[in-house]
């Protein structure tokens, strides 16, 4: 078979194109991080990405290979607990830590994310932990209940063609030996390991040659200015893919010439005719360390971009999220004329544990090749909804989700994951623009198959939250009804929910049921250790015992007020362990104004947004929070001067000082 490399010698027209297309510029994803810096794992907490997680009640996730190869540490992810609907065109806050450094001086690195939908039977969480098997007559077995037994996101047929296509064989491997010829096999994976239905190949490479499910958002990188452009112009948004099929080969060959004279048609998969996506500057992170929260704002795709939103039979789209990341070390060279390529397997740039010579002396490094030439890491969310939005509003309004992420236990016990807390922390809402209505969409899901053992409130295992207004972030006791009707009573703008119903709802987030303090007291009066009976009553509704499920939706809130609102979740905030709080700031914009603060602004302070006529936009902000958002000249002024004022202010500060010492002298 023909070797597809990037040849630095004369090639044949077809032959130089093709190098070009699939490789000289093409970002290596598995070729990345070697040993001697720290690996890297990156987790998604909003919404909950699962790490290969279902339903398992321990520490560790049980099977590493149940849908995707995530290369995450086993103790990370979030079980399923009720799959989250959203609405068409709403902003969901895309919340992720990754473990290496990223957008930094000590390693380039970059960050894809994509989303997949579809029909429930073709996307899927399972019931069991059980990967999904490679038969056509099983892969959808139904348990006694009629749900389907095996997970899945990428679909059997995907998969065939995976197996049946040849692997691109210009690639770089170093010294592992490859199994396969066909494009299960790769650096990460030499012997083909099924990982769900996933196709390694395309999982270690970005853009991939061959036609996917996958659909781009956003792509982050640290060399933008390079990158960006071919991204964006080679993503399957906006490119159609081309493929054997028929050759005799046994692999399909990449190729159009190797494969019509060997009797196979070379057809065009036409591209997801979406916007390209957009393609931004790495956010920091420092290294050694999964801590430093991203976040990104993802405007939903609606129906005239995913048909299966409307949907009457299914109530929308069924849907996943996942994200990749790699870092990529200076040995390793991912794209470019000096591109890494298959003429480096036999003379690798490191080998495993090379010795170096520094002053004379030989010293060793800590080098795995596995390692070496392929380290990319994925997380994906649990499947979700798109549905249609209710009649009574138009496209034109916003949206914006507010969910709680994190699971049950203390830091220790969660790492890498991370306690609870709102998502976003902080939302930024304009009330209104050119005609926009605003609304809040509260709604956030958990687990009830958290380790016994890991500490929290109410009965053991489950995840609970709830909403209800405090004065400010520093206090931890909400406001009473009465205190609240007051507010109300005297014109005072500042209750978030006004109507008493909806503060019920947000307190007590559906429980019925329920057994009141005494009840419970009278109920256990007899028992040795009453207190911890209480605890776990199921219908101790001041603990969201009786909720059914860790699943609440509050419903669409039309935000009519401008002001700050905070509010804090009264199960899981314990002053010195854990703080669930958060804020959300309205603010009126004016129907005549620019668009200097569009409506999809959902978090914190922003830069100006990129060019890209893609709905899904958003920009890098000094908080690690990457918006929508394109700043005003006003605020653009405010920041361009504002080094001058700080520079102002610490000389005075500084004058000031001086002429305090000198007095005291």
Known sequence: LVSVRASRSPSPPWYHKMTKDLLVVVILMAVI??????????FGHSPPMSNNRLNEKSASRSNSQRLFNSRNNALGGYCYGGSLNYYAGSIVPIEWTMGHSCGSYKASCQVVMQYMCGSRDDIRDGTSTTAIVDNASSYNNKDANGDYVYGMHESYSYYQLCKGRSRNRGLFTSDQILQTLDARSTRTQSGGTKFGFECNEERDYYPY??????KDIVIFTDDSETLCPYFTRESLNVKSRWTCSGSSFPQQPLSEPLCTSTGGTWAETPSWNIPQPQCLPAPWTRDNSVGHLQIYNWTLPMPATESCI???SEGGCTCVLRIRYNVTAAEIVGYGPSFTDSTFNSRPPLGADPLVNVSGVPLQLAVNTVDL???VFQDRTHTFKIRPRPSSLSNDDVIYNLGVRGKRGNFAQVFPSVEYDFSPETLVIHQQQQGKAAYIHPQWTGCDANPDFFSGRGFDGSDRSNMVQILDTMHNVPYTDAQLDTLIQAGNGSVLFQDASLRYLMAYIGQTGCLSPDQLADKY?????????????????ALLNAAPTPYFDGGLVRMNRTGTFHYMATRNNLFGTRSQKGTIIVMSVSTNSSSSTTSSTALSSSTPSSASSSSMSSSLSSSSTITSTTSSPISVASRASSPFIVILLTGACLLIVRAVYNRML
């Open 209 to 214: 040659w061959a036609p996917s499910p996958w």
């Open 310 to 312: 409307g949907s009457s």
């Open 525 to 541: 009066k007899i028992q040795p250790s009453p207190s911890l009976l209480i605890e776990q009553d199921r219908q101790n509704c």
């Open 33 to 42: 991080l070697p040993p001697f810096l720290v690996l890297g794992d990156v």
């Open 373 to 375: 030439n392929g380290a």
